[in-house]
């Protein structure tokens, strides 16, 4: 069975993905979330959503996947355990060698790779999987060809609702260079959602000359299913819990 899955910006969001028939939910917690301005959740509030997701045999992921400096390691191995602890079912990483190092360290933890990881091709399904990942979020520029052939080697988790970012899979410096606000920290400002002119005849107006449109997959998710997509996932933790309601109800 293809898996629906819903994002909760808090646990309001959480709860109503998980009545709604959402299969799982992915959130952020305090720190290391590359959505740090969602409301977001603390090691109890995780343990309480994961209680009650688990009641309804459904599964929370918890996302841990901006870039980590060296000196905050000890934090990020603390944080991970304890989330692992509380009944995450699977933690989320942007680095694939950071993946491999905390799988050492903690064997039974699952692993996912995060969009983040700009994962496309077989050959990055091959090292995820190499060190220790047992699903990869796939950028979402991955032509449907590429899907069914990283399917084949690695369960797949795919967006299928909600914003896109102008940058390979937020691999992006915009808002850091633009406000010192880093999105693979967590912080983006999107800035690239501003209205802009171009210094070229015919562009002098201003115009959201660098943003896209929002994906809304809608009935084509059956070619991702045909595709051996195993998750089929919705952005969106900074949405609001309406926002969400609607998406699984659709979806579903």
């Known amino acids: 069975m293809t898996e629906l899955l819903a994002p909760a910006g808090g646990e309001q969001s959480a709860y109503i993905a998980l009545e709604g ?52 390691l000890p934090q990020f191995f603390a944080l991970a355990k304890a989330a692992w602890q509380a009944g995450a079912d699977a933690i989320l990483l942007q680095d694939v060698f950071l993946g491999q190092a905390l799988k050492n360290a903690c064997p039974e933890i699952v692993l996912h790779l995060s969009t983040q990881a700009g994962c ?31 399917s084949a080697v690695i369960e797949t988790e795919v967006f299928v609702q909600g914003a896109l970012c102008t940058c390979f899979s937020g691999q992006c410096y915009f808002s850091s260079f633009a406000g010192n606000m880093s999105g693979n920290r967590g912080r983006c400002k999107q800035p690239c959602r501003k209205k802009y002119t171009i210094s070229r005849s015919g562009f002098e107006e201003p115009s959201y000359a660098l943003s896209l449109s929002d994906l809304s997959v809608g009935d084509r998710i059956k070619e991702l299913i045909a595709a051996g997509v195993s998750s089929l996932k919705i952005e969106g933790r900074m949405r609001r819990p309406e926002y969400v309601a609607a998406a699984v109800k659709y979806y579903r």
């Open 21 to 72: 028939g959402a299969d799982a939910v992915y959130l952020g917690l305090n720190d290391f979330s590359a959505r740090a301005g969602a409301e977001n959740f603390d090691v109890q509030s995780l343990e309480r959503t994961a209680r009650f997701a688990h009641v309804l045999g459904a599964k929370v992921y918890v996302a841990l996947n901006t870039l980590v400096k060296d000196a905050e």
């Open 120 to 150: 496309c091709n077989v050959y990055g399904a091959e090292l995820a999987k190499v060190c220790g990942f047992s699903r990869a979020v796939l950028a979402r520029e991955t032509p449907i060809e590429e899907v069914a052939k990283i």
